[in-house]
């Protein structure tokens, strides 16, 4: 259970508990199903169906789904491009899938009594691991040995490589962390102020009002982070792949 602050309300970190919704144990391994793992199911389920919705029947003039579904394809797209080059084009699957997971998990984190997945480090790791794992495994597959030498800068002195060569590789190393530090800690910081200054509000009274409209106007705020956060991570990403493919 968790703890209750001195106003008697909620704790503001109550809202990040993982609960058990359906309990499972398969070879002594507790691999139940949780609050987490549903929203996270929601979250696949439902870019699959803006997609189906949005490319179901074409038209000159889009209706509202293939709209949208043409922005977040165009958007994935440019963004590809522009980063990577036409060469990156066949990372678009992974990219697309990318953005629109963690941008459905931060919106839908965004309701009311749900659950942001992505405000859990293990969620947000896991990710960054995957694409440090995969960005690395293409490296070498393009480069081979040569992937080594993205780790020595262009126009430095070899006089300078030992101190060089050990800052790049901690550098290439703290990647995986600080994509996964970033996610989390953005979105677990905009939900627990927003909890705070909402707890304010039946506390105060007549005075809520002042914390009301702030709590507001910081939810406009927290939607247009979870936008930027899904948009940080996915550039990002298509940054290390341009780095694989091109060595600096």
């Given amino acids: 259970m968790a703890s209750k602050d001195g106003a008697g309300g909620h704790s503001p970190l109550e809202q990040f508990e993982i609960r058990e919704l359906m309990p499972l144990d398969v070879g002594g391994y507790d691999i139940a199903f949780t609050n987490s793992a549903l929203m996270m199911v929601i979250a696949c389920a439902l870019t699959v169906l803006l997609m189906t919705l949005g490319g179901r029947k074409f038209r000159l003039v889009p209706g509202r789904f293939q709209a949208l579904a043409e922005m977040c394809y165009e958007f994935c797209a440019n963004l590809l491009r522009d980063t990577v080059g036409n060469e990156g084009r066949r990372y678009f699957p992974f990219i697309f899938t990318l953005f629109m997971f963690i941008l459905f998990g931060n919106m839908l984190g ?96 007549a005075a809520g009002i002042f914390p009301l409209a702030f709590a507001t106007a910081l939810t406009g705020l927290e939607v247009l982070i979870a936008f930027l956060q899904a948009y940080v991570f996915t550039v990002l990403t298509c940054l290390y792949i341009s780095d694989a493919l091109h060595l600096h």
């Fill in 110 to 205: 965004m309701i009311p009594y749900s659950f942001t997945f992505t405000s859990h480090i293990i969620v947000t790791f896991v990710m960054a691991m995957v694409v440090f794992v995969g960005v690395t495994v293409l490296g070498f597959v393009k480069h081979g040995i040569r992937f080594f030498g993205f780790f020595v800068p262009p126009g430095v002195s070899v006089v300078l490589w030992p101190l060089m060569i050990p800052i790049e590789i901690i550098s290439y190393l703290s990647r995986p962390i600080s994509l996964a530090v970033r996610l989390f800690a953005n979105m677990t910081a905009g939900h627990t102020m927003l909890k705070v200054f909402a707890g304010f509000v039946p506390a105060l009274g």
